[in-house]
């Protein structure tokens, strides 16, 4: 079973610019979560989509953070313009239901911006 | 809302000995789970270890196994007979049964194990 693909691995720009992060799920799960995980800190919840409806997007940075999941499959987190203080790994995780029903999130590799 | 706290930044045993990491959360909420998940370096988070708060017994998967004390909002994780491969960040983390369900995760536990 292939697990959560995420694009690309790494990624630099310069502060103000805007970068896209893709996420491919597990085939089959309807949620879909982005997690940003700063240097030497837990991972931190920016959005949870089930199926392609947002579940929660309370500490998604709206003004700069968009995402979107249209065909309920693949996602796309978007920043635009990006500040230094976005420099982190963004996690993308899938689940076959709510977490608190199924038990576990599976992640993917992550994908790690510097911003300059 | 629920809160996770990791209060060791840090850990470091010899292989083959056993070591306890400690985590407590904060939750209103009477139905939850608890998970232990494991980023080893450059690698992808795994799921070590779940245990459902209406269950008392305590959670074991073969090295590794949990201390929950529901009244305490303590939930240990215990790696015996440590492995060169248990070295990794390792993360407590809570998800609710009510509204969007959220897994919410500790600051981490960096755990190296040496030779």
């Known amino acids: 079973e292939a697990g959560v693909a995420q694009s690309p691995r790494y990624k630099i720009i310069e502060k103000r610019q805007s970068v896209a992060f893709w996420c491919n799920p597990i085939?089959?799960?309807?949620?879909l979560y982005w997690y940003q995980q700063i240097l030497g800190q837990g991972p931190k919840l920016l959005i949870q989509?089930?199926?392609?409806?947002?579940?929660?997007d309370s500490q998604l940075p709206k003004d700069r953070f968009s995402a979107e999941r249209l065909k309920g499959v693949d996602s796309t987190l978007k920043i635009q313009p990006a500040k230094l203080e976005d420099s982190a790994v963004y996690l993308c995780?899938?689940?076959?239901?709510?977490?608190?029903?199924?038990?576990?999130?599976?992640f993917g590799e992550g994908s790690r911006l510097t911003v300059l | 809302a629920q809160t996770v706290t990791q209060s060791q930044p840090e850990m470091s045993v010899q292989e083959a000995e056993t070591v306890t990491l400690s985590c407590t959360y904060d939750?209103?909420?009477?139905?939850?789970?608890l998970f232990w998940y494991k980023q080893p370096p450059s690698r992808q988070m795994i799921l070590v270890i779940r245990?459902?708060?209406?269950?008392?017994q305590n959670a074991t998967e073969n090295r590794f196994s949990v201390n929950f004390q529901k009244a305490a909002k303590s939930f240990s994780l215990k790696i015996s007979d440590s492995q060169l491969g248990d070295t990794a960040m390792y993360f407590c983390?809570?998800?609710?049964?009510?509204?969007?369900?959220?897994?919410?995760f500790g600051q981490g536990t960096r755990l190296t194990i040496n030779p």
């Open positions: 939750t209103s909420e009477n139905n939850y789970y």
């Open positions: 983390a809570f998800v609710g049964s009510q509204g969007a369900q959220k897994l919410v």
């Open positions: 085939s089959g799960h309807a949620t």
């Open positions: 245990q459902e708060a209406y269950k008392q």
């Open positions: 995780a899938s689940s076959s239901g709510l977490a608190g029903i199924t038990g576990e999130l599976f």
């Open positions: 989509f089930q199926n392609n409806g947002v579940v929660d």
